[in-house]
């Protein structure tokens, strides 16, 4: 019996150490997030390097955003066909799929996409500065390492990801119109006038806003765990790994508390 209670003890001691640990590593975050945007808007205003993040962020992503895109569209076009086609309301699959996509999916799945490529890539960038004293060596020449280092990137990702995110409803659009009209032959005119009827621009707004979150918030991540990152290889490494984790997990949290803001502040 003691040692049941012992180890009942030891599992909450652990579990509200964890949550404990989880309150606190989210205010470190928030706290470096605001800081680095802060400095933003005081000289040295380093217009090229958020133009080299930008294109690192926008434009090194724009391949496996179209890809991850289309083939969403194609997909889910094909499933709402499979389940509209059984009452025979096969016209509403482009609204179907474009409400889906303007709302959840396009914003989800680019910010996870993102965070895969980018969030990991300045997490291990960063990371390895860090361990290899590279940033304590821009204190000491008196170069704010935030300002140069870490606003740059929140900037860009601020900005980019709603624009890739534009871009993959764009091409899920292209992906469901490409399954629904050649392949299974619905009428062209039903298909489009069903989106223009049923969407409204809230619909896309709501994704729009959902992305800038998510762009600050994946890359403010990537920094963080690159920035505080420590033991060597190793260490580089597990915040890699944390990074893409953390990222990937606030994405779909945030997705949730976004969608019940915006409910409650924009009722239909």
């Given at each position: 019996?003691?040692?049941a209670l012992?180890?009942?003890?030891?599992?909450?001691?652990?579990?509200?150490?964890?949550?404990?640990?989880?309150?606190?590593?989210?205010?470190?975050t928030?706290?470096?997030?605001?800081?680095?945007?802060?400095?933003l808007?005081?000289?040295?205003?380093?217009?090229?390097?958020?133009?080299?993040?930008?294109?690192?962020?926008?434009?090194?992503?724009?391949f496996?955003?179209i890809l991850?895109?289309t083939?969403t569209?194609?997909?889910?076009?094909?499933?709402?066909?499979?389940?509209?086609?059984?009452?025979?309301?096969?016209?509403?699959?482009?609204?179907?799929?474009?409400?889906?996509?303007?709302?959840?999916?396009?914003?989800?799945?680019?910010?996870?996409?993102?965070?895969?490529?980018?969030?990991?890539?300045?997490?291990?960038?960063?990371?390895?500065?860090?361990?290899?004293?590279?940033?304590?060596?821009?204190?000491?020449?008196?170069?704010?390492p935030?300002?140069y280092?870490i606003t740059?990137?929140?900037?860009a990702?601020?900005?980019?990801?709603?624009?890739?995110?534009?871009?993959?409803?764009?091409?899920?659009?292209?992906?469901?119109?490409?399954?629904?009209?050649p392949?299974?032959?619905?009428?062209?005119?039903?298909f489009?006038?069903?989106?223009?009827?049923?969407?409204?621009?809230?619909?896309?707004?709501?994704?729009?806003i959902?992305?800038?979150?998510?762009?600050?918030?994946?890359?403010?991540?990537?920094?963080?765990?690159?920035?505080?990152?420590?033991?060597?290889?190793?260490?580089?490494?597990?915040?890699?790994?944390?990074?893409?984790?953390?990222?990937?997990?606030?994405?779909f949290v945030?997705?949730?508390?976004?969608t019940?803001?915006?409910?409650?502040?924009?009722?239909e």
């Open positions: 019996m003691k040692r012992d180890s009942l003890r030891a599992l909450v001691e652990r579990t509200g150490s964890a949550f404990l640990n989880g309150i606190e590593e989210t205010g470190k928030t706290f470096f997030m605001a800081a680095a945007m802060v400095r808007f005081r000289p040295p205003f380093r217009f090229r390097l958020i133009a080299q993040q930008a294109e690192f962020v926008g434009f090194g992503s724009l496996i955003i991850t895109g083939f569209g194609a997909v889910f076009c094909l499933q709402t066909i499979k389940a509209l086609s059984r009452v025979g309301m096969e016209t509403l699959v482009g609204s179907s799929v474009m409400l889906a996509v303007s709302r959840e999916l396009g914003p989800v799945l680019t910010s996870l996409m993102v965070t895969g490529r980018v969030g990991s890539a300045m997490a291990t960038e960063l990371g390895t500065m860090r361990v290899s004293e590279q940033i304590d060596a821009m204190d000491v020449m008196a170069v704010d935030v300002k280092l740059p990137r929140l900037t990702g601020l900005i980019m990801v709603p624009c890739l995110t534009i871009i993959f409803d764009l091409v899920a659009y292209v992906g469901a119109y490409i399954i629904a009209i392949y299974f032959g619905i009428d062209e005119g039903a489009m006038s069903r989106i223009e009827w049923y969407l409204d621009p809230y619909d896309y707004w709501q994704g729009f959902k992305s800038i979150v998510f762009g600050l918030v994946l890359t403010t991540v990537g920094c963080y765990k690159g920035f505080n990152a420590s033991g060597g290889a190793r260490g580089v490494g597990n915040a890699t790994t944390q990074a893409v984790v953390i990222g990937s997990i606030a994405t945030l997705d949730y508390v976004l019940a803001i915006l409910i409650a502040i924009f009722p």
